[in-house]
């Protein structure tokens, strides 16, 4: 598929994720569902959407007549700086986060069916591209998209947060599904019950994740008596979009107080948090920032590293950066002494792999001391050369270092790791590290590579170089089903594109082909309403298609589907 320097600009873990779009696989009733989709919400939109969306629509190439093409997106988003890739639904919250870091949207393939109209729990390209694609023409919203990213892909998860989100994935994957049986959604949907009945303390993902909800998603603009839609998930819901404007959805002012409030993608929102600009979103986000272990690091973040089990980065005060799977932390009341990681690790200096210390090296883990030198009359990371012949501390020499907390290196130095005049590692041979009668490091494990820093001011979900770390996200393993028509479906699919293609002809359908359409598929309300739009005015075969529109058989929510489209 032809994309976009962005695109193709992204990190190769990230690429695993995308797929192609394979535009073949909409059929004319799914053009038709995206026609009915977007002419009620731009009829509807048109006086309670932000402007930005409205302005969006055209600046991004979104069309009423037909489902997006993803090259031709591309073409016009590389030119506000930014990319669009299909995925397969609901893809990790991290990586989603990522894609958004790097300016790009992810849009699911797949496109709502006929009995989900008016809302659907899975994503869909008319979430994705009509929701979310023409607000990012706003360039200050666009920043605010990009930064949230940022700061998300480096949120902490937890295991529970993984299991919800694949419950949630397996669910949205079913619903999808018109062959479903109403047994296998009951199962999972009582999982889902299961694990929210027993949830864990929410990690900051969980808080990230409600406040991507209640702004990105749902969030709502202007004043609280007087607010405009921006969040997506509202700007492609036909249904959610009128509830969210009535008197029973209660209106709050956004604040950082929205990342206590859960949500259920299953149900309409009760509540919705309005924000009186875009750039305040960013003052909530700052605020929310300064309370994760990106920013606070110490005891908190490297517990937060050890609890996801799973790749993280601890930043010292050098501004060493180290990579992997934290398991251990020995603290002396507030102050943190030594770290450890087990497995595949990587030492790194802004997020580039320092040489000779990636993964390959330190592959079965790394540990460090942290802290500060006894008698040392400034940070190490500022200690020059001359200061360490000082301390008696030379190359080539077996040196004896001791921490402020008591723990002790007793090696040969065999070489300093410098950048931009700050001490990074020291390299030892012969090496014994003890603290407290516990011994940390021993001769016959190698080189011990200390990392220098008294502090450490950062820790954060994910490596700081994944090319140099080539990391490898792993891709769900249950991807959306594929739905086989009968020929009757594929016959009336055909219909579809027929009745369509009148949009482009100065003829009209014959009365045959109305009747047709009639007696052999007197339910196919959209359909009719298709036909309805080419057809003469007064002709007797429009008299045909509100009789069958107005009198036939239909559920409430098929008559109500209809009501709306007749107007």
Not at 316 to 322: A, D, E, I
Request: hydrophobic share 35%; glycine share 6%.
């Amino acid at each position: 598929m032809k994309t976009n320097p962005i695109i193709e600009s992204l990190p190769e873990h990230l690429k695993d994720f995308i797929i192609d779009q394979n535009y073949q696989q909409y059929t004319g009733r799914s053009q038709a569902v995206w026609r009915y989709v977007m002419r009620r919400n731009l009829d509807y939109l048109a006086d309670v959407a932000h402007q930005s969306y409205l302005d969006g629509l055209k600046k991004t190439g979104i069309s009423i007549d037909r489902i997006p093409s993803l090259e031709d997106m591309n073409d016009i988003l590389s030119q506000i700086g930014w990319g669009a890739v299909c995925v397969d639904g609901f893809i990790p919250p991290a990586a989603f986060m990522e894609f958004q870091k790097h300016n790009v949207l992810v849009i699911a393939a797949d496109i709502r069916s006929i009995d989900q109209l008016e809302y659907t729990p899975a994503p869909d390209i008319v979430h994705e591209a009509a929701g979310h694609a023409p607000i990012i023409a706003d360039k200050e919203y666009a920043e605010y998209l990009r930064k949230f990213g940022d700061i998300g892909s480096k949120a902490f998860s937890s295991t529970y947060d993984y299991e919800l989100y694949e419950a949630i994935r397996h669910l949205s994957i079913l619903k999808a599904d018109p062959n479903t049986k109403a047994k296998d959604i009951k199962t999972a949907e009582d999982a889902i019950i299961e694990l929210e009945a027993n949830p864990s303390p929410p990690s900051e993902m969980a808080f990230i994740r409600n406040l991507h909800w209640w702004t990105v998603e749902y969030g709502l603009i202007g004043s609280v008596q007087d607010p405009k839609i921006y969040g997506a998930g509202l700007l492609s819901s036909i249904g959610e979009s009128v509830w969210a404007m009535s008197q029973k959805v209660k209106k709050i002012p956004y604040s950082l107080e929205a990342m206590d409030y859960s949500f259920d993608i299953t149900k309409p929102q009760p509540q919705l948090f309005v924000t009186p600009d875009f750039n305040h979103l960013n003052t909530v986000l700052d605020e929310f920032t300064a309370t994760m272990s990106l920013k606070i690091g110490g005891i908190q973040g490297i517990n937060k590293a050890i609890e996801s089990k799973d790749l993280a980065t601890a930043v010292l005060r050098s501004g060493l950066q180290v990579s992997g799977v934290f398991t251990n932390l020995i603290a002396e009341g507030a102050h943190i002494v030594y770290i450890q990681t087990n497995g595949p690790s990587m030492l790194s200096y802004q997020y580039k792999v320092l040489e000779g210390h990636g993964k390959e090296y330190h592959e079965h883990g790394y540990g460090t001391a942290v802290g500060k030198l006894k008698g040392a009359l400034k940070p190490m990371r500022l200690l020059e050369e001359s200061d360490l012949r000082n301390m008696d501390i030379i190359i080539g020499k077996d040196c004896r270092l001791e921490f402020d907390s008591g723990l002790k290196v007793n090696g040969r130095l065999m070489s300093t790791t410098r950048k931009n005049n700050k001490l990074l590692i020291m390299s030892f041979e012969d090496c014994t590290v003890e603290y407290k009668e516990q011994v940390l490091f021993q001769p016959d494990w190698g080189i011990y590579n200390m990392g220098i820093g008294e502090q450490i001011p950062s820790v954060f979900a994910g490596v700081a170089d994944a090319a140099g770390y080539q990391l490898k996200l792993e891709t769900p393993s249950e991807v959306t089903h594929k739905i086989n028509y009968s020929e009757k479906e594929k016959y009336l699919f055909q219909l579809y594109d027929q009745i369509n293609s009148f949009s482009t002809s100065s003829s009209r359908p014959s009365d045959i082909l109305i009747d047709e359409i009639l007696r052999k598929y007197p339910k196919e309300w959209l359909l009719q309403l298709e036909a309805l739009y080419q057809i003469e005015k007064g002709s007797s075969s429009e008299k045909k298609l509100l009789e069958s529109l107005n009198n036939g058989d239909y559920s409430d929510e098929e008559s109500k589907l209809i009501e709306l489209g007749l107007t």
